[in-house]
């Protein structure tokens, strides 16, 4: 079974830091991890997906990290903004025991930047 | 490209009534995910239908159906409504074929259910 872990839940930081959101996964088998962003009683919107086989991917200020050995991804967000406030998921796509793909989702950490 | 459209957003039901939440992939997507979202549980997958067939099911009460239709929209039906069933459910669409790592998920708005 796969379990995904964010932490910490809550992050506040200043305007214009650098912050890191970390997601653990006890399961390596995966295909893809993904980043998601979402707003107070909205939809999730995707950030970036990294495939099993790339360490990173890149999008404006957003870099994320994959490392399938540890179990471990994490998501920096450059030059922090008012803007980048919401609740950041993360979620790993593996086959589950009877070969159906599953989606498994970390609890979130939500973030606030203080102007 | 439009993205995927949910309806109703809102919704207000008593309990023991029925619902049916309809969810519009985007075009060329194939596959269809159902998600519940409570504050408690966060979220929780429904299952997830591609090309018209249940390919994956979560751990909820036969209460909950779902079906794809030729066009790729979806439907999902909640009967004999409960307290708990108040949620924000979200539909995500993808390409869908299974085993690729690119399979990546869009989410819908998401469609606000209350039960009284």
């Known amino acids: 079974k796969q379990e995904v872990t964010q932490i910490p839940a809550a992050l506040s930081v200043p305007e214009g830091e650098n912050l890191v959101l970390n997601c653990s996964f006890t399961?390596?088998?995966?295909?893809?991890l993904q980043w998601f962003r979402q707003d107070p009683g909205k939809g999730l919107t995707s950030l970036l997906l990294?495939?099993?086989?790339?360490r990173e991917q890149t999008s404006g200020r957003l870099n994320a990290s994959l490392d399938k050995s540890s179990g471990r991804s994490t998501l920096y967000i450059a030059a922090s903004q008012p803007g980048d406030s919401a609740t950041y998921l993360c979620a790993v796509r593996w086959q589950g025991n009877f070969g159906n793909e599953k989606l498994t989702f970390g609890t979130g950490t939500r973030l606030t930047i203080i102007p | 490209k439009a993205g995927v459209t949910q309806t109703p957003r809102y919704l207000i039901k008593t309990r023991g009534q029925q619902v049916t939440l309809s969810c519009s992939p985007i075009?060329?997507?194939?596959?269809v995910s159902w998600y519940q979202q409570t504050p408690g549980q966060g979220l929780q997958f429904l299952f997830e239908?591609?090309?018209?067939?249940?390919?994956n099911k979560g751990n909820f009460p036969g209460r909950f159906s779902g079906r794809q239709f030729s066009n790729s929209r979806s439907e999902m039906n909640v009967s004999t409504l409960e307290l708990g069933d108040s949620a924000l459910y979200l539909c995500?669409?993808?390409?869908?074929?299974?085993?690729?790592?690119?399979?990546?998920?869009?989410f819908g708005p998401g469609t606000r259910l209350t039960v009284l």
């Open positions: 990294i495939q099993s086989s790339q």
């Open positions: 075009s060329g997507h194939r596959s």
């Open positions: 239908y591609f090309s018209e067939t249940q390919r």
């Open positions: 995500a669409s993808s390409l869908g074929a299974a085993g690729f790592s690119y399979n990546e998920q869009f």
């Open positions: 399961d390596s088998a995966i295909y893809n």
